[in-house]
């Protein structure tokens, strides 16, 4: 087993590399960060050149990576622009947990991102909630009424919420749940931040703003995951090990939850991990909809204003989440599947 | 009286139903799935909409603003009201809907071009080119779309100059937008056609077709591939729907087509700051989008049970 999680994570490292490699050619288009920069132009020619060199955005792109990946503190760099590699570079790169320092707020991106992260864990790990309860309920439910007239019904909803997109849903739940309640004089939800600025950072603020974002991020996969989890059951429901269950006389409870579902969870749980990482996407949208302080918008924040070791920090980190997550996800299926080995 | 009892040979005839070729059965499978007709129809609607209204508004109109006449509610001279500098809602619709509805075409065929072509070549060659090829699509795999949409339109956005098709003028970034959608979806029919094409080449056939000397590209395009239209169609419909929603998306976020182009997602864009005060500016392109993705999805839907070689209802 852990020689299995090693190995699976040495081949995990040369397609992380690959990927930052192609991200960062892909970042040399990203605009010029100097104009932008801390909201001042940069007018004198003299000080660009200097910001450039300072910065080592006059190196070539091979070398720039090169930074980037294992730093610059092992080479003498030249930082007054007479030609000459006068002071060792400063920086560890990627690799030794450097992720650098944004060129926008000159802050560490370990910090920046640090500040984000939780609140977008919150948003995306209560919506896995959400989603993963509802859609067990809803899916079980309709696997044991299948052709049912609530089974249906609740497929056309399901459909119909599963072509949702994002921002369509937020939109609609802010106009519902936010304008037309406050219009009727119903009790109504808050629609932008995470905590009332008045009223300060309670757990009760945070809450009562994470309920419209967090039902607009759960809608789409709900939907996916019930029609999953519906389509899951049924196999399993028609195996024979379930007939001979119920051939036997046990009660009808025990055959659901016990032989079913336990058997259904395998393809579940396998869909539900591999999916976890890519909330991070659904996240973004959201997030800008509901000016939610997370990890999303700080990407696009950054974007907009190139700040190049900002936005790769994020990238790379959601890529790691993703093969991190494979790896769990595998992990987790060895365990609950005894057929399964490694060695 | 002449007797009218056909004769044996004339009834073995009749009880010998004709073969039905794979789109003949998924037509009759197809016409059975009251879903994917709905969606069938609400599609053609949509597209009647879009380019039909062509005939009742002119594109001048839907770019023509009148700052006097901004923010107006729907009214019987403005159906879907006007936007926040004072252009018509429901021209943009039917312009915005053409763009849209052509971006999700035009990107869905450079998907399942390229799609194709890399999973032909890694499922029928095999071994480096086959590792090369799935690593790649794994890398791409690894980083969910938004974040690739949005850097890669960065990357090849900012100055695009205007293009002129058949007199008209569309911002060039639509040509971006259509490149990038195709470039950053091809990963999944990637996959499923490397699949097919693993399992379809170890056939006899495909033995009987190198052993009479067929080219390599001979037996990829005329042998293997024509097998494996069915899972494609069905992949690249469902794509569809993702193209139309990954333009929505990239434009909602500023990054997408520019205006004066209209596209369904770059309508929504500032609509956020109108939330309350004008609903029908988000309401009626996001309810659009939503009716074409939903629409193409029951159509997908229809066509993988319609199209499925193992299911044997007809």
Not at chain 1, 250 to 264: G, T
Not at chain 2, 88 to 112: C, K, N, P
Not at chain 2, 132 to 159: D, H, S
Request: aromatic letters at 12%; charged letters at 15%; a neutral charge.
């Amino acid at each position: 087993m852990v020689r299995y999680i090693v190995k699976r994570l040495f081949q995990g490292l040369p397609l992380l590399l690959v990927i930052s490699i192609t991200l960062f050619l892909l970042m040399m288009n990203i605009g010029d960060p100097i104009a932008t920069m801390g909201g001042r132009t940069i007018t004198r020619q003299s000080d660009r050149e200097r910001l450039t060199r300072q910065l080592g955005l006059d190196k070539p792109i091979s070398v720039q990576y090169l930074y980037w990946l294992i730093g610059n503190d092992w080479t003498k760099v030249d930082s007054d622009g007479d030609g000459i590699p006068d002071n060792y570079g400063t920086r560890h790169g990627i690799l030794r947990g450097d992720f650098g320092t944004s060129l926008v707020t000159r802050k560490p991106v370990t910090e920046l991102i640090g500040e984000r992260i939780p609140n977008t864990l919150l948003l995306m790990v209560a919506s896995e909630v959400v989603t993963v309860f509802f859609a067990l309920l809803f899916g079980i439910y309709s696997a044991l009424r299948q052709y049912s007239v609530m089974d249906n019904i609740m497929t056309a909803l399901l459909f119909i919420a599963y072509s949702m997109p994002i921002f369509f849903v937020s939109l609609m739940s802010m106009y519902i749940f936010a304008v037309l309640f406050k219009k009727w004089g119903l009790p109504y939800l808050p629609t932008v931040g995470m905590f009332d600025p008045q009223v300060g950072k309670t757990p009760w603020q945070i809450f009562i703003h994470m309920i419209l974002p967090v039902f607009s991020l759960s809608v789409t996969y709900f939907a996916a995951y019930s029609r999953y989890i519906r389509s899951t059951m049924l196999e399993v429901l028609s195996q024979d090990y379930v007939r001979t269950a119920r051939s036997k006389g046990l009660p009808r409870r025990q055959v659901v939850y016990i032989h079913a579902l336990k058997n259904a969870a395998l393809p579940i749980v396998t869909v539900i991990g591999l999916d976890l990482p890519f909330l991070l996407g659904g996240a973004v949208v959201t997030e800008r909809i509901f000016a939610w302080p997370g990890m999303g918008r700080l990407f696009l924040d950054h974007v907009s204003r190139s700040d190049l070791p900002v936005v790769m920090g994020i990238l790379m980190l959601v890529a790691t989440a993703v093969v991190v997550f494979q790896i769990i996800t595998d992990i987790i299926y060895a365990w609950l599947d005894p057929r399964i080995r490694f060695d | 009286m002449n007797n009218q009892t056909p004769t044996l040979s004339e009834l073995a005839d009749d009880l010998i139903t004709p073969p039905l070729t794979l789109w003949q059965l998924g037509w009759l499978r197809f016409r059975r799935h009251k879903m994917a007709l709905f969606g069938g129809v609400i599609l053609i609607l949509l597209f009647i909409f879009a380019f039909g209204g062509a005939f009742l508004y002119t594109e001048k109109y839907a770019n023509f603003n009148d700052t006097s006449q901004r923010l107006l509610a729907p009214s019987a001279e403005h159906p879907f009201g006007t936007d926040s500098i004072g252009r018509d809602i429901l021209a943009r619709t039917i312009y915005g809907g053409q763009i849209s509805l052509f971006i999700g075409l035009v990107s869905v065929i450079i998907e399942t071009i390229l799609g194709i072509i890399i999973g032909a070549l890694a499922g029928y060659y095999g071994g480096v080119i086959d590792a090369i090829l799935m690593r790649i699509t794994e890398a791409m795999l690894n980083i969910p779309t938004i974040f690739l949409l949005i850097v890669m339109a960065k990357f090849f956005g900012g100055n695009v100059p205007e293009i002129e098709i058949a007199g008209r003028v569309f911002s060039g970034s639509v040509i971006v937008i259509i490149v990038i959608i195709g470039a950053t979806s091809w990963m999944y029919l990637a996959r499923i056609v490397r699949a097919e094409f693993l399992s379809l080449k170890e056939n006899e056939f495909i033995l009987a077709a190198r052993a009479t000397g067929t080219s390599n590209s001979q037996i990829i395009f005329y042998h293997i591939l024509p097998n494996t239209v069915a899972p494609i169609i069905v992949s690249s419909t469902l794509s569809v729907a993702n193209a139309i929603l990954a333009e929505a998306y990239i434009s909602f976020l500023g990054l997408g087509v520019m205006p004066p182009t209209a596209t369904w997602g770059n309508m929504l864009e500032s609509s956020a700051k109108y939330l309350d005060s004008a609903p029908w500016l988000w309401f009626f392109p996001g309810m659009l989008i939503l009716l074409t993705v939903l629409s193409i999805n029951f159509i997908g839907d229809g066509m993988r049970d319609a199209l499925d070689p193992r299911s044997r209802t007809i």
